[in-house]
């Protein structure tokens, strides 16, 4: 069996994830403590309305200022008076965190209220129930036809990993969000402002969870804490050899510099240098020292090739998001050069986030876009 494993531990005052996949570190989380979590929802109070922007800013749990776009209002969680089609100054509303804050943004808040549990997504302003476009087939179809025939008081989106439980259990789970969010309903006309009304999982938890089952055969931790709150994790075991610990097992002080390094070396003698800025990331690749045994234009491919399997590698890694620039070992062979962007598109599908190679610069540059979701290494280290 391959040696595919997701390693749930703590490692320098961080809560640690490695995903190790054929033995290989192929992902990194850190997730420290924070004020709120992605999908908390609160009272909040409008601080400003900017429609030149058809968003207003509004303030929740305390010190604490979110964006939220015009387009996230839902008339219902206006609190304090009836909805007119705007919202103003010092209107209570009930927002949600939907994404955390990120570099100098902060967070984005909606009204459209959303609870999510291990397989189910229960929403407020959606009566109808959706399924994840990637469940099995067979196993959608038979959802459709169970849920279909089906009234709820508020819609649900059947989330991925739920083809590995019965319908019935499904079902159980959306009811139970479905009474939690009109519980949350009734109550938020009757809170004061700031009032956290729902607490969602931690961002380290909610970052777990959304590591495809796919690509670990097994989850291990040796933190009793994780062990009983995440026990319906694939496989998932506790791990008690206090002489042989994890942290040496699978090195993880090697799998962290291989994320956190600015130099990381790849076959045939090259490497690379990877800088983060504040506008983007740039990467260069470098020859190093060629093998003698081959001409140097073969080297040069097998160099750049290793490099776009490791640059793709790297990117979930260091969870590198928005735009990167590639500067490859120039080459002279155009078919080299549509050999490098096919092995560069190939492995960048292989990302759970979106990722997009967008094409070769006029200087050569290779120009690659990555959806952002959650701080890269780099930023939360800093």
Excluded: W
């Excluded at 494993?5 to 995903?19: M, Q, S």
């Excluded at 990167?324 to 962007?341: G, M, P, R, W, Y």
């Amino acid at each position: 069996m391959n040696d595919n494993k997701l390693i749930l531990t703590k490692y320098k005052d961080f809560n640690a994830a490695f995903l190790f996949k054929d033995g290989d570190i192929d992902e990194l989380i850190l997730a420290g403590e924070t004020a709120f979590n992605v999908g908390d929802i609160y009272v909040g109070r409008v601080n400003a309305v900017k429609n030149d922007l058809n968003a207003c800013f509004v303030d929740f749990g305390g010190n604490l200022t979110g964006y939220l776009p015009f387009e996230e209002i839902l008339p219902e969680c206006l609190l304090n008076r009836p909805y007119d089609g705007r919202l103003m100054q010092g209107d209570l509303v009930c927002v949600q965190i939907v994404k955390e804050p990120l570099k100098t943004k902060g967070a984005t808040l909606s009204m459209r209220l959303t609870l999510t549990g291990s397989y189910t997504v229960v929403t407020l302003d959606d009566k109808k129930v959706h399924f994840s476009s990637k469940l099995p087939v067979v196993f959608k179809k038979e959802a459709e036809s169970y849920f279909n025939s089906t009234e709820f008081d508020y819609g649900f989106i059947v989330r991925t990993n739920s083809s590995c439980i019965s319908l019935a259990e499904i079902e159980a789970e959306a009811k139970a969000g479905i009474e939690k969010l009109k519980e949350i309903i009734s109550a938020m006309k009757f809170r004061n402002q700031f009032t956290c009304l729902h607490r969602a999982e931690s961002a380290y938890y909610q970052r777990i969870r959304s590591v495809s089952s796919n690509r670990y055969d097994e989850a291990v931790t040796d933190i009793d804490e994780f062990f009983k709150d995440l026990k319906d994790l694939k496989s998932i075991r506790l791990y008690s050899d206090k002489d042989m610990p994890l942290k040496a097992i699978y090195s993880f002080d090697k799998a962290f510099s291989l994320a956190t390094d600015r130099k990381v070396d790849i076959k045939y003698g090259g490497y690379l240098y990877i800088e983060p800025t504040e506008a983007l990331t740039v990467i260069d690749v470098n020859s190093g020292k060629f093998s003698k045994k081959m001409p140097k234009e073969e080297a040069i491919k097998k160099v750049n090739i290793e490099a776009a399997i490791e640059i793709a590698r790297q990117l979930r890694l260091r969870n590198i998001s928005g735009m990167i620039l590639v500067d490859f070992i120039n080459q002279k062979d155009k078919n080299a050069l549509e050999d490098l962007k096919s092995v560069l598109v190939k492995e960048l599908k292989k990302d759970s986030l979106k990722a997009t190679f967008v094409d070769f610069t006029l200087l050569g540059l290779a120009e690659i876009t990555r959806e952002k979701r959650y701080g890269s290494i780099y930023e939360q280290l800093k």
